[in-house]
């Protein structure tokens, strides 16, 4: 089973900052999926990439599969990106792919 | 949001009660999967469903089961809920051949 581990956990920040948050697991994946979850919300999907690097927005998502990890990027961070982020791996012994998920890294951006 | 339903979105329910909580796609896909959420450890996945009457259990399946009668539902069930039942239950599929999973909106279930 994959091991997704997330950092930090927790990450408060002023509007404007530049925001990176961490990802690595423990088994060479081809695919890894980050989402957003806002407090009490859904789960919407940022990104699903497999190799170098994929920008929407002021999102940006970076994976080295070699060192087995990736980075979520936040440029201009705002209040309305506050959320948790959450890294996802398939599941490496599942036919069927299920997810194996990171803990998440809960994000406050201040005015 | 991929056309993804849940059904009920809230739910309190007594220990020893069943319970079954339902997930209805609008596009054919052929996976569907139930995670539950939890502080501390995130999501999980409980069980999952690669075609109508193919399923199987995921990492926390005990204490649950799962059917799939038709594509577009995904019906769990727990047959005796316990109050460590109490979680928000997400659904989920996957589109195409690629790895990327969309979400329905949830089930928030507390188990007294």
């Known amino acids: 089973k994959n091991e997704v581990e997330q950092s930090p956990q927790n990450l408060t920040a002023q509007e404007g900052e530049f925001i990176t948050i961490n990802c690595s697991y423990s088994v060479g994946i081809s695919a890894l999926h980050w989402l957003q979850q806002h407090p009490g919300g859904g789960i919407v999907s940022l990104f699903m990439?497999?190799?170098g690097k994929k920008k929407h927005g002021r999102l940006i998502a970076t994976i080295n599969i070699q060192e087995k990890h990736s980075s979520l990027h936040i440029t201009a961070s705002h209040p309305r990106d506050s959320a948790v982020y959450i890294c996802?791996?398939?599941?490496?012994?599942?036919?069927?792919?299920?997810?194996?998920f990171g803990k998440g890294t809960h994000l406050i951006i201040q005015p | 949001d991929a056309g993804i339903t849940q059904s009920p979105r809230h739910k309190v329910t007594e220990t020893g009660t069943p319970v079954t909580l339902r997930c209805h796609q609008t596009e054919n896909h052929r996976y569907m999967y139930w995670y539950r959420q939890d502080p501390g450890h995130g999501l999980r996945l409980i069980h999952y469903s690669y075609g109508v009457k193919d399923t199987d259990k995921g990492e926390v399946s005990d204490g649950y089961s799962v059917s799939r009668s038709k594509t577009e539902d995904f019906l769990l069930t727990l047959e005796s809920a316990t109050s460590s039942q109490t979680s928000v239950y997400f659904c989920a599929i996957r589109v195409g051949t690629t790895y990327e999973q969309y979400f329905g909106p949830g089930t928030r279930l507390t188990v007294t």
């Open positions: 990439l497999s190799s």
């Open positions: 996802a791996v398939p599941d490496s012994g599942g036919g069927a792919d299920g997810l194996t």
